[in-house]
């Protein structure tokens, strides 16, 4: 049975008159873990040439291949620019050819199919002459199921926000309803790390920890005494 965490912080009283009641104002965060759904891979590819042509061909080249693996992913934008270095004797920069890039995200639910992507890179960079490096794979929670989990963490704030206006009204001798809920989503940034080329096949799979999601409320609640 998932069970979702709630902590409270940062109660504030603001007591009135004794017929306008109490204002509070809480914050209250529900959080579950959950086993992500997904695992990442970001490819990056880079190639070096004096032909611009040949840059442009190799890199269509390589994304037809990729699509031909029907495998969900993002990106495929590329980009050719000059390949200026700096000219530590004419001590300015000078241009050596063309470098071109494209980078893919790929979201695969079969972590296993990482193979069919690596074999297709390391074949194709000895065909084409291109270098690719991969960002560090990790496993994510899906956009849907990330939705649904949040959905239910919201839910769930409700009803603690609903019990917590009972138990205030009970201390406060007065009766308390809430006023507002206002909330904030916790993020969870990523920070990639990059490796070179991999040679060795089958590739090493991160293990599939689960994760935190919280949703944080900051809720206000409206007290008023009994009028006889």
């Known amino acids: 049975m998932k069970t979702a965490l709630i902590t409270l912080t940062g109660i504030i009283f603001l007591t009135a008159t004794a017929f306008a009641g109490t204002k509070i104002r809480d914050t209250v965060t529900a959080s579950r873990y959950v086993k992500p759904d997904i695992y990442v891979v970001p490819i990056n590819v880079k190639i070096k040439s004096w032909d611009e042509g040949k840059i442009l061909t190799a890199l269509s080249t390589l994304d037809e291949k990729i699509r031909n693996l ?22 300015r920069y000078v241009t050596e050819g063309y470098i071109g890039t494209i980078h893919y995200t790929f979201k695969l639910k079969n972590v296993q199919k990482q193979n069919e992507i690596f074999t297709l890179l390391n074949e194709e960079s000895r065909q084409l002459g291109f270098q690719y490096t991969i960002g560090s794979p990790h496993w994510e929670i899906s956009q849907s199921k990330r939705q649904k989990v949040t959905s239910e963490l919201k839910k769930a704030l409700i009803r603690k926000s609903l019990k917590e206006a009972r138990e205030f009204g009970r201390e406060l001798k007065e009766v308390c309803t809430v006023e507002s809920i206002s909330f904030n989503p916790f993020s969870q940034p990523i920070f990639p790390l990059y490796r070179s080329n991999v040679k060795a096949l089958p590739a090493p799979v991160p293990a599939r920890t689960s994760q935190r999601i919280s949703v944080k409320a900051d809720v206000k609640f409206s007290c008023f005494k009994h009028r006889k």
């Open 70 to 91: 029907k495998l969900p992913y993002e990106g495929g934008n590329y980009r050719i620019e000059e390949n200026r270095i700096w000219d530590t004797i004419k001590k």
